[in-house]
């Protein structure tokens, strides 16, 4: 028997042996064999006994793993430094037709976009063709939706000019969400909020036309920056910025209330008074909602500690705890507290001793003081 026809009989035994026992070092060996013939340029008219051992493995490795995932080595270059099991990208390995026919359910870019561990493969895509226009959605808007505040510290010098380079280029990307995420903290300090400086000098921003607001769009904490300022200058108002909107992320007041931003909500009441007591809808599906209510419901505040406080500090600002809820006519907001055996009952039932005004003992009760920056 000649040399390859003895190999290809073991290799012959060493699947029987495997799919009898169900012993590791078969499969681990039958896998060898099979990533060894696949990796290797194939000729169709080869009916050599080693050819036809590579086939019969080949053929048993995918019935046995039927449903398994695709071997890393079978991948092309763009999905195997997509998949985290396949290993960490490297740099330079990523092929131009790849990035162009990639077979990935979503476009290359907002894949890596969207997950701050690929961000080093962001400048080689657009250096060898990737652009964010064949993307369903634009890639930062993936990356918003997905990470509202992602850490920009993190990443490297190369990874954040492609970022940015996404925000400039792609027009598609001025939307609520991702004007949410330039716009908070982790982006402010790594240098990105002034892409949304970029998006006003080049009139992106205009008070009509866009399918949200921008004021309603920023971080609750950009709300008293010259950018701000910038846009109410332009003609754009914070009632204007309480209808509905295209987007995934929550609406700016709702976001400072539920994060207890005072300097935040400070913004919105002086501008809107009457928002204190009424917020409107925003969704055909949705009622118009009271501030006092929503603090008080559990799991609404990002900190229930900031409950009691809260709650005198928005009475101080003129909200009315006996109002009716819109959901439930027939109770106040001060049943609904009794109701739920709220922390924050003393504050907002007047029939109860409240010795201190409303503001000055809303800082009294909050941990450390009141809050005054969002996150």
Request: contains cysteine; glycine residues 6%; neutral net charge.
């Amino acid at each position: 028997m000649h040399l390859l026809q003895r190999v290809a009989a073991a290799l012959a035994l060493a699947v029987v042996a495997g799919l009898v026992s169900g012993c590791s070092a078969p499969a681990a060996l039958l896998m060898f064999a099979y990533e060894r013939s696949a990796s290797t340029e194939k000729d169709p008219t080869c009916i050599s006994a080693g050819c036809a051992a590579a086939a019969v493995i080949q053929h048993v490795y995918d019935k046995v793993n039927e449903g398994a995932p695709t071997p890393c080595v079978k991948l092309n270059s763009v999905a195997r430094a997509l998949t985290e099991r396949c290993g960490a990208y490297q740099p330079g390995t990523l092929l131009a037709k790849d990035i162009a026919a990639s077979g990935l359910p979503l476009c290359p870019l907002s894949l890596a976009a969207r997950e701050p561990r690929l961000w080093p493969m962001l400048p080689e895509l657009l250096a060898k063709g990737a652009q964010p226009e064949t993307c369903e959605q634009p890639p930062l808007a993936t990356l918003a939706q997905a990470l509202p505040c992602p850490d920009f510290g993190a990443a490297s010098a190369e990874s954040l000019q492609a970022l940015r380079w996404l925000a400039e280029a792609d027009t598609r990307a001025v939307q609520h969400d991702v004007l949410r995420m330039l716009s908070c903290t982790a982006a402010r300090s790594a240098g990105l909020a002034k892409v949304l400086d970029s998006w006003l000098a080049l009139d992106l921003l205009p008070t009509r036309g866009l399918t949200f607001s921008p004021l309603g769009a920023l971080h609750p904490g950009y709300l008293h920056s010259p950018f701000a300022l910038a846009l109410e200058a332009r003609g754009h108002r914070a009632g204007d910025a309480l209808t509905a909107y295209v987007g995934a992320l929550p609406a700016g007041f709702d976001l400072a209330l539920r994060s207890a931003d005072r300097q935040a909500l400070d913004w919105w009441f002086d501008r809107v008074p009457a928002l204190v007591n009424r917020v409107p809808a925003t969704r055909a599906d949705q009622l118009p909602w009271l501030p006092l209510a929503r603090v008080i419901t559990p799991g609404y505040l990002a900190d229930a500690e900031q409950q009691t406080w809260l709650a005198a500090y928005l009475i101080g600002r003129g909200a009315d705890p006996w109002r009716r809820l819109p959901h439930e006519p027939a109770q106040s907001v001060v049943a609904y507290a009794r109701q739920l055996n709220s922390a924050a009952l003393p504050v907002l039932d007047s029939l109860l001793p409240w010795p201190a005004a409303p503001l000055e003992r809303a800082a009294s009760l909050a941990p450390g003081g009141a809050r005054t920056a969002t996150p």
